[in-house]
């Protein structure tokens, strides 16, 4: 007879038993109570019939089955009762593989085994507690010592002996609380459902084998949509080792996220160092357990992901220098810009309003016989170009800025403004003066579309220091409703703001005024 054939007649005996079982310990007249005992034994014997051939070099197959079997015979006789706890615990104990592998979990298992025997340790409602208790924090403590594939696998065993516990806990429960026949009745179905639960978990988890196959193809995946940031905490966690350290290869030795330089273990240490090459230069090392990458399926796999990580992280940080780059293309756009305002104010002084003014000073000493009341109306309208040369000049570089600092060229701007401004400055102490030229130029757009749009009564403008930042807020009563995006004024102003390591926000609720606040670095770009 083929094992197959052997393991299917054991199953068949099993199932027939069961109806005998159910026969002889309910008698068939009370379907509520032998109907859910026979489909939980019957679940642990298929369970155990499906995971022995799909599985065979795993004994937890056998001991479901076995766990069956003895199930019907607690049926017949309650000073077996607890019989079937005996491989059930051992099963879950050392789930997936089944076989028992150091001190502790030889010594709990054949423990399990022995007190299955004794019906008065698991009647007693105490030491049922005490005893799920310890096999979960056995378990526990199982997980925390391993490392790599065993980790994982011991990850499984801790959910299968953590969900029997319960159960075991749950019914022991109810006795010490509820203690009435109907809720020993009700807790029974449950724990009767539970077990089938579990049962069923168990198989299909070593049906798939997650620990094993699904890890190493899904490891690409998982790393690959990681950031630099949380690598290393993915990486422990995909290979079971929670020491795990990853260093970048940077100037000839690895460094940390943090830049810290990695030393490598030595040879005879327990950990090892798994350096990760592209093109045949170390691009990262991986500092573990030596049990780590037994696996070569995972090993390669993981040196693949680990590749791609690296190559996020490197084009990431291209990225960054570019972004760098070009914010400091932009703040000597408006450096140069500056520049070539502060050139053609002084040409526009030493040309145009030159002349003018040296022809308003003729015009002031007439020639005798002249038209006095042409030349005063010729004087007049020289006067109004002067003025309007001399704004243009303060518009395109404001001269009160470099000979009396920010505080006289926006008394001056706020002077000139036809709507009522309220100056307020604070001490805002050494100002940059990149810094200085983009808050008189905020100021002198704000106020100029309060002039030309807002329809405002007032207006106020309020400059102060904090941290580091110089706050400018204009505000007005007017009839609100401005529009940064679509606003071309705005638009370049905060363009100018942003180059300069700044920000600028517009609060215009319409018919509640403008509120124009910019924030500004003290010391210039960053």
Excluded at 53 to 59: G, K, L
Excluded at 192 to 208: H, K, N, P, Y
Excluded at 462 to 481: H, K, M, N, P, V
């Amino acid at each position: 007879m083929s094992g197959r054939a052997g393991r299917r007649l054991l199953w068949l005996v099993i199932v027939a038993g069961g109806l005998v079982a159910e026969a002889a310990g309910f008698g068939l007249g009370a379907p509520g109570d032998w109907i859910p005992d026979l489909l939980t034994g019957w679940t642990l014997a298929g369970g155990g019939l499906i995971a022995w051939e799909r599985r065979p070099e795993s004994w937890s197959g056998p001991l479901l089955l076995a766990t069956g079997g003895l199930w019907f015979a607690g049926t017949t006789s309650s000073t077996v009762a607890y019989v079937y706890r005996g491989p059930l615990l051992h099963a879950t104990l050392a789930y997936p593989r089944g076989w028992p592998r150091g001190f502790f979990l030889v010594a709990t298992v054949a423990a399990a085994y022995v007190l299955s025997a004794i019906p008065a340790v698991w009647r007693s409602a105490g030491v049922s507690l005490a005893l799920a208790g310890g096999f979960v924090a056995l378990a526990v403590a199982r997980r925390g010592a391993a490392v790599g594939r065993e980790r994982r696998e011991r990850t499984y065993a801790l959910g299968a002996t953590a969900g029997v516990s319960a159960l075991v806990a749950g019914a022991a429960g109810v006795r010490l609380i509820v203690q009435t026949p109907a809720a020993d009745d009700l807790s029974l179905v449950a724990f009767e459902a539970g077990l089938c639960a579990v049962t069923i978990w168990m198989v299909v988890a070593l049906w798939r084998a997650p620990w094993a196959t699904a890890h190493a193809t899904d490891l690409m995946v998982d790393l690959s949509e990681s950031r630099t940031g949380g690598l290393r905490d993915r990486l422990a966690h995909a290979l079971g080792d929670p020491g795990l350290a990853v260093g970048f290869h940077v100037d000839g030795a690895f460094v940390d996220a943090a830049g810290e330089r990695i030393e490598l273990p030595p040879p005879a240490s327990a950990r090892r160092a798994t350096v990760i090459e592209r093109g045949g230069r170390p691009v990262a090392v991986l500092i573990h357990d030596r049990a780590v990458l037994e696996d070569p399926s995972l090993r390669a796999s993981l040196a693949e992901a680990a590749d791609l990580a690296s190559a996020n992280a490197a084009l990431e940080g291209e990225l960054r220098t570019q972004v760098e780059q070009l914010r400091e293309s932009r703040r000597r756009l408006v450096v140069a810009a500056d520049e070539e305002r502060r050139r053609l104010e002084r040409r526009l002084q030493e040309t145009a309003e030159r002349r003018l003014e040296r022809l308003l000073e003729e015009l002031s000493a007439p020639a005798a016989g002249a038209d006095a009341g042409a030349l005063a109306d010729l004087r007049d309208q020289l006067d109004q170009s002067l003025v309007d040369l001399r704004r243009l000049a303060a518009g395109l570089h404001p001269r009160e800025l470099d000979e009396g600092g920010l505080p006289t060229a926006l008394l001056a701007l706020a002077e000139r403004s036809p709507v009522p401004v309220d100056l307020h400055f604070a001490d805002v102490g050494d100002v940059a003066p990149e810094t200085a030229r983009t808050a008189y130029f905020v100021c002198s757009e704000g106020l100029a579309n309060v002039v030309k749009y807002a329809e405002a009564s007032r207006a106020a403008l309020t400059i102060a220091a904090a941290e580091g930042r110089l706050r400018i807020e204009i505000a007005d009563d007017g009839r609100g409703g401005a529009d940064p995006v679509q606003g071309s004024g705005l638009r370049g102003l905060a363009d100018r703001v942003d180059a300069v390591g700044g920000k600028l926000t517009v609060q215009s609720p319409p018919g509640g005024g403008t509120q124009l606040t910019a924030e500004l670095p003290l010391t210039g770009s960053p």
